[in-house]
Structure formats: structure tokens, C-alpha cells
């Protein structure tokens, strides 16, 4: 459910999302960024804000789709936020859940990780029905960073960190799209 904080200009930041989703390829952009996280400050709901979000953005495609020439295919945003939803999340607290086992969907995805998701999931380009492919290559490119290691261990012996080591940084703040609203996990 949207929230009241909400006027008629954020149809516009919808619309940039959408945007972002149907017709980019993956790229990094900061608006972007900026137009999901402002869309995370006015949503509101029982469960997590992505959640919301996620419906807010369905429900406007679908409108879109039927209203504005520029939206008539808008298979890739809708095959981005199904596959979102559905398979990449769900799938990288899978692939994590030993490490993220003390997390929660409301705290570690945040406007600017749920970016960071449908930036990986646009990189891997067409045919959006392959969410096999599509889901493994995303949550792969995402693990991208490899946390503390005991200094014994790097000094005692050579030991190549395992696949579901390597994750990704939750960001809390990027420059040019600021800081991210919401609650985060310590």
C-alpha cells in the first residue's frame, strides 16, 4: 500500500523506474537508483517495503501498457520484476542462508540492493523466461566481495574462500542517489 506522503508527482518516479527496467540494459544510473529509493520513502505495509514496492511497480506497468506508446512492449520490465521477485531474492537468501540466516527481507533489501538485483538481472540479458540462467548468473555477479577472514588463517596456509563466501555489500549510501531510507540491519 502506498503511503499518504505520496503526491502526484511520483507517478513520474514510477515512470523513471519503469523506464530504468524496460528499456536499460544494466548500466549503472544514478536516477535510477534515486527514483526506487524515493519510491521505498513514501511506501508503507505489513511485511517488507520491497514487497510494496515491487506491487506498485506491477500495478502501474500494467497501466502503462495500455496507455503510453512508449510502454506498448514492456515484456523486459515485466520478465525483470517477476524474476526479482519471484527467483533472484528469494534465490540469493537461498544461496546465503547460512550466512544470512539472522537477516530479514525488511532489513537487508533496501532500495539501493534491490538496484544493485535488477541491475545484475538486466546484464544477463533476453530470453526473460529463463529464470534458471537468468537467477544463477545475477546472484553470482552480485557476490562480488569477500568479508573478514581471520589474519591466522590467510597467514598460515593459502585457502581459497568458497563460493558462498563471496557476497554482496548491502549499500547504504551511494553517490549521486544518497542515502538509503528505511531500516537496515547491524
Known sequence: MVGSGRNPE??????????YLNFSSGAEDLRFLASLNRMFEW?????????VVWETLETRLAGLASTSA??????QAAGVLQLVRDHVVPGYFEFHRDLLFHQSEATL???FFLGRICEAVLRQGPPWDEAARITRAAISELNDYLGHRPVAALESQKI????HEWVRP???YIRGAGIVVGRTST
Open 10 to 19: 511520483d507517478d513520474a518516479v514510477v515512470d523513471q523506474v519503469l523506464g
Open 160 to 163: 581459497e574462500p568458497y563460493t
Open 43 to 51: 511506501s508503507s505495509g505489513d511485511g517488507p517495503v520491497w514487497r
Open 70 to 75: 512508449a510502454f506498448r512492449d514492456t515484456d
Open 170 to 172: 548491502v549499500p547504504l
Open 109 to 111: 533489501v533496501n532500495a
